[in-house]
């Protein structure tokens, strides 16, 4: 559950404060972007049944083309040169790590699933990034979140679908990872807004580089998709149109 900040206590009715992120003002209908369906797996107890040893060495195989899936699915939405392939290579190079695979190889070892042995060592990573003091190293935890479920995708025989937004949309999201920012067309989407997130995040640095106003830490909202909003990401705010527009046109 995402944790208010004292902000949010004494906010207007219908309007919601956070943290300006990027800069500019966008009035469009809101989109709640979910995370990817199905892939919850759990943390693996005495009541999931160990794989017979026979079974192992496809369980590893099984996880190395998932992780070459998601590989060439993070590199395909890197642009050479530009920032965003700066930022995915921070993922990517996590999917060749030993500290990280090495723990994956011995879980099945022991007789645990891929899929488990995947996200019980990359869940231990990312509470550490998460519980970090420092906030760049904080905001790293989405980065991580994102991996761990494009590999769960893939290992479950899924995809991560396509975000397809309707014009000027403002999109809504517990958090928004930098891959699926850079999947979003934005010459359709205009602004970002998070329940949680980071202005420290890399998502945050893509949206200020490429003119996408932002808010974070938005926390809850009851605020129906569809409906239309206005964010501000020069002071924080998520509203109704209407409020925002009676803000404007004073007494």
Excluded: C
Aim: a negative charge; glycine letters at 10%; aromatic letters at 4%.
């Amino acid at each position: 559950m995402t944790e208010l900040s004292p902000e949010h206590s004494s906010r207007e009715i219908g309007v919601y404060s956070g943290r300006a992120t990027a800069p500019g003002i966008a009035t469009g209908p809101l989109v709640r972007l979910e995370r990817p369906a199905g892939i919850d797996v759990g943390v693996a107890d005495p009541a999931v049944a160990p794989i017979a040893v026979a079974l192992r060495p496809g369980e590893r195989q099984k996880f190395l083309s998932a992780a070459d899936v998601a590989t060439a699915a993070l590199s395909a939405l890197a642009e050479p040169g530009g920032e965003g392939a700066a930022i995915l290579a921070f993922q990517i190079g996590l999917l060749s790590d030993d500290e990280l695979i090495a723990p994956v190889f011995a879980a099945i070892g022991q007789g645990m699933a891929a899929p488990i042995a995947w996200s019980q060592a990359i869940g231990g990573l990312i509470a550490e990034f998460a519980a970090a003091d420092d906030e760049v190293f904080a905001a790293r935890a989405s980065d991580l979140a994102d991996l761990r479920d494009r590999v769960l995708v893939a290992l479950t025989g899924g995809r991560v679908a396509d975000d397809v937004v309707p014009e000027g949309a403002i999109i809504f999201a517990e958090d928004l990872p930098p891959s699926r920012f850079l999947a979003i067309d934005w010459n359709h989407a205009a602004a970002v807004a998070l329940a949680a997130g980071s202005p420290a995040s890399h998502v945050a640095m893509l949206a200020r580089s490429r003119g996408v106003p932002m808010v974070t830490r938005l926390g809850a909202i009851n605020i129906k998709a569809g409906a239309l909003v206005t964010l501000d990401g020069d002071r924080g705010r998520l509203e109704p149109a209407a409020a925002a527009a009676a803000a404007t046109a004073g007494p």
